[in-house]
């Protein structure tokens, strides 16, 4: 019987008797494609026949049953140990019943933005503009004004932050100066209907 190789090379002697000089090269993205098509074709009319047996799902039947009670009856035989603290540094399976409660995530993971605060309420940031040049994904956009405080040179009038472009690299919080950008809300799940909705202003990013 031909393999899609044989057919694939029969293939292109014809194509080479009828001069198609486009489709000598067997490197060519043309050929490659060919080849793939071929294979598909090849593996869909040379699959095996099932046998009578295989036909009845029987056997995916009850490998899928089986698989499925090894993995509960391993996790709740865990989590009864654990009761009585025995097998603790084993690890059992548990569901987490999303949204009402969320996975715990690692306090190192980047999650949300989130703007620090002064004792008095007023924003960290003193608009130096360093995390507006390092972002990659030109998301922050910072509106600078001067501030009463003549010890405290700026403030941000308004902190803009486009997550809808955000890639969540962190580089803001590295390079501000006065730790006054973090990315520790724990909160993944932002999801708005509209675009503009993703932009958060100085008010939403000081209300964590
Ligand atoms: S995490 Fe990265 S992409 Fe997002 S705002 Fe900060 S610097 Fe920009
Ligand atoms: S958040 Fe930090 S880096 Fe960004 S402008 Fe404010 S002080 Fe500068």
Known sequence: MLDYKDEWLLDMGGMMEKNLEQYYDPTSLYARLRLA??????????????????????????????LTSKHFFYNLMFHILHLFGLAKDVKAAVTYQYPEKPRPLSPRLRTRHRLTKRADGSPRCVACMMCETVCPARCIEITAAEHPDPNIEKYPAEFIIDLGKCVYCGFCVEVCPEDAIRMDTQRLDIAEYSREEMIYNKKRLMED
């Open 37 to 66: 098509q071929m294979k598909r074709a090849w593996k869909k009319e040379n699959r095996r026949k099932l046998t009578l047996w295989e036909r009845t799902y029987l056997p995916t039947l009850v490998s899928g049953v089986w």
